[in-house]
């Protein structure tokens, strides 16, 4: 399993910003997929999920409304949509991939390498 995160970088509030995580090694399109983020000193927090077709999705309460998950079975690609961006969303983000089935499918240890995402002035 690979999973590459990619597209964070340094963002004023407000701003937005798009992640994309390209993946290989597996049946992308068989899987729930996500996005969880790491800060600094905090606990590892699921931000989003997506069903493997692509038609469900979920969010944390502190991102709901501000982010957009989407997925591109075709092209093995998770994208997470990052819009009016405050400060406490900086964090290190990484795509996951879950086992078992929508709605119940839980969170794998395979997550891959990150992308830093700062928010700041």
């Known amino acids: 399993v690979q999973l590459q995160a990619s597209g964070g970088g340094l963002v004023q509030p407000g701003g937005s910003l798009r992640l994309s995580c390209a993946a290989s090694g597996f049946t992308f399109s068989a899987y729930v997929m996500g996005w969880v983020r790491q800060a600094p000193g905090k606990r590892l927090e699921e931000v989003s999920s997506i069903n493997s077709a692509g038609g469900s999705t979920t969010y944390a309460d502190s991102v709901k409304g501000r982010f957009t998950v989407s997925r591109d079975n075709d092209k093995n690609t998770l994208y997470l949509q990052m819009n009016s961006l405050k400060p406490e969303d900086t964090a290190v983000y990484y795509c996951?991939?879950?086992?078992?089935?929508?709605?119940?499918?839980?969170?794998?240890?395979?997550r891959g390498q990150g992308t830093q995402v700062t928010v700041s002035s």
């Open positions: 996951a991939k879950y086992f078992g089935a929508w709605p119940g499918a839980f969170l794998s240890s395979d």
